[in-house]
């Protein structure tokens, strides 16, 4: 073999390299391409989430005394209460009640006469996007305590020899419990 032979091989097989390498060389990139696109496509799914977690709407109710309910705005964003039920008790309002977000404000709803029982609560609510919400929860008003009164005057005599007395009302001492469920959206109307 001559030093031409040689030389033509030795280039015929780098020629061959180049190829392959370039091949390589593309399917790299397309790799990248796909990679890059993909990681944008989960990281705007990540900031999705984040706004949304950023702005969440929640509230929580509580007892007071008196039988009284504390609403609170425990979320992110400032609500508006146009309406709330509580068993057969509601109260729409004209001009909605601002709950702001971060001075953690209340409103206080109170539930005269208590009804005992258990009784689904629902606030209408809505934010400063204007979208719509409704939270659930449950307010509960049940007996705990019955106490007689101390009769004041002697039972009266019947002819038979029975003893009868006159009407005595019964105390029943209440207690109310709250809570809340959830907070979701939902197109409510009024």
Do not use: C
């Amino acid at each position: 073999m001559n030093e031409n032979e040689i030389i033509l091989k030795v280039l015929n097989s780098l020629s061959k390299d180049n190829t392959l390498l370039s091949y390589l060389n593309v399917v790299g990139i397309w790799i990248a391409a796909i990679g890059a696109v993909y990681f944008g496509y989960r990281q705007y799914q990540i900031n999705k989430r984040m706004q949304e977690l950023a702005d969440y709407v929640a509230v929580s109710i509580s007892p007071q005394e008196n039988f009284t309910l504390q609403l609170s705005n425990v979320g992110r964003s400032n609500l508006y209460l146009h309406k709330w039920e509580i068993g057969s008790l509601n109260e729409t309002y004209v001009k909605p009640w601002l709950l702001p977000a971060e001075i953690k404000s209340k409103i206080l709803i109170g539930l005269h006469p208590p009804q005992v029982g258990q009784h689904l609560a629902k606030f209408y609510l809505t934010d400063e996007g204007n979208q719509k919400f409704v939270a659930t929860g449950e307010v509960a008003i049940e007996p705990i305590a019955f106490q007689l009164p101390i009769s004041t005057t002697p039972p009266q005599q019947q002819e038979a020899g029975t003893q009868i007395s006159g009407f005595q009302p019964l105390n029943v001492q209440l207690r109310m419990r709250a809570w809340a469920y959830k907070t979701e959206k939902y197109e409510w109307t009024i």
